[in-house]
């Protein structure tokens, strides 16, 4: 069964380039939105086993998306994906629960290993 994915960033080419990277493992079944209001409207609606979180977004971005999910009950494997790689953004993202950090290029070997090892793939 399909592992219902969510890519959440404002840039449309860093959406492209990590759908690409994700399209590159088959359990994973692969939906993207533009914002983090969309984000939110997306999994009230969808299941959603992991997220990919941009942090800088307009409307809502990813620190406030934390922070309402964190208020919800939710068990989505959430991964922030961000160019900001200063310590007190990583320690705020996992403050407010995200689950992992990655550095935006990522690429698909990356993002394999860390799923592998949290369980969310097998």
Excluded: C, W
Excluded at 47 to 58: G, N
Excluded at 73 to 100: C, T, W, Y
């Amino acid at each position: 069964m399909p592992v219902p994915t969510l890519i959440v960033d404002d840039s449309r080419l860093a959406r492209k380039l990590l759908k690409d990277e994700l399209a590159l493992i088959d359990e994973l079944e692969v939906a993207e939105v533009t914002n983090g209001r969309e984000a939110l409207e997306y999994v009230d609606t969808h299941p959603v086993e992991v997220m990919f979180l941009d942090l800088t977004m307009p409307e809502l971005d990813g620190y406030q998306v934390l922070e309402v999910l964190a208020k919800k009950e939710n068990s989505m494997f959430i991964v922030v994906v961000s160019a900001d790689i200063q310590p007190k953004a990583k320690e705020r993202v996992f403050s407010l629960g995200a689950h992992a950090f990655l550095e935006k290029q990522v690429d698909v070997s990356k993002i394999r290993r860390l799923l592998e090892e949290n369980g969310v793939l097998s």
